[in-house]
């Protein structure tokens, strides 16, 4: 069966310092991955998403950026974090080719001081 | 436009009463699916329905039904019988295709309280 790892579940991180939030998918070859944030209370704002190795689509100019060096691994990094960068931050994989559901990771709540 | 709208912020409903949750989608798309997630507060998000595009019946699992109304574009969730350990957010999203699987969209999510 598949499975979605995030690490760490939780960060507080002072403003300016780097960041890096992995995530991995075992189980399923090829998936689709996305990077969510959600400030508390809100909905689901998609940041990246990714249809292959180095393949990277942005959605929202940021202070973060997405890579994905291997098929089922995805990483966000930030160079600088602003207080800005708070919040829920969600991974995801979905099949390719299909309409099917996305499955969610368990999530890492990042607190910029 | 937005592609999916979740016009309830939040809603009350007393235990063992059904609720319906709306979501209303925007799509050009003849093939796509519908989804509705469950997010309790510890943050995971739990996969509940998918309704299919060319599906003529209405979903359902369990307690949870998709009111599937395609020439009105509305995609609305029943629960029924709510139970205390429904109190969450709940959020409609889309997938389109056939050609652009990759993308979902999701509402801004519906905060449902049961009362005992």
């Known amino acids: 069966s598949q499975t979605i790892h995030q690490w760490p579940a939780t960060l507080v991180q002072p403003v300016g310092s780097p960041l890096s939030l992995e995530c991995t998918v075992e189980?399923?070859?090829?998936?689709?991955l996305y990077w969510y944030r959600q400030a508390a209370g809100r909905g689901l704002q998609l940041l990246f998403y990714?249809?292959?190795?180095?393949?990277i689509s942005s959605e929202v100019p940021q202070n973060l950026s997405a890579s994905r060096p291997q098929d089922r691994q995805f990483i966000l990094s930030s160079k600088k974090l602003l207080l800005s960068d708070s919040g829920f931050y969600l991974c995801?994989?979905?099949?390719?080719?299909?309409?099917?559901?996305?499955?969610f990771g368990p999530g890492t709540r990042l607190t910029v001081t | 436009a937005q592609k999916i709208t979740q016009t309830q912020p939040g809603m009350f409903v007393q235990e063992k009463e059904a609720v319906t949750l709306d979501c209303t989608y925007d799509t050009s798309d003849q093939s796509y699916g519908l989804f509705w997630y469950k997010q309790p507060s510890s943050g995971e998000m739990i996969f509940l329905i998918y309704?299919?595009?060319?599906?003529?019946q209405n979903a359902t699992e369990g307690r949870y039904s998709l009111n599937f109304q395609k020439a009105r574009k509305s995609a609305n969730l029943v629960i029924s019988a709510s139970q205390l350990g429904d109190s969450a957010m709940y959020f409609c999203a889309m997938r389109e295709g056939p050609y652009n699987f990759n993308k979902f969209y999701f509402g801004s999510g519906t905060k449902l309280n049961v009362k005992p």
């Open positions: 995801a994989w979905s099949t390719p080719d299909s309409s099917y559901e996305q499955y």
């Open positions: 309704q299919g595009s060319y599906d003529e």
């Open positions: 990714s249809v292959g190795i180095g393949q």
């Open positions: 189980g399923t070859s090829n998936p689709n």
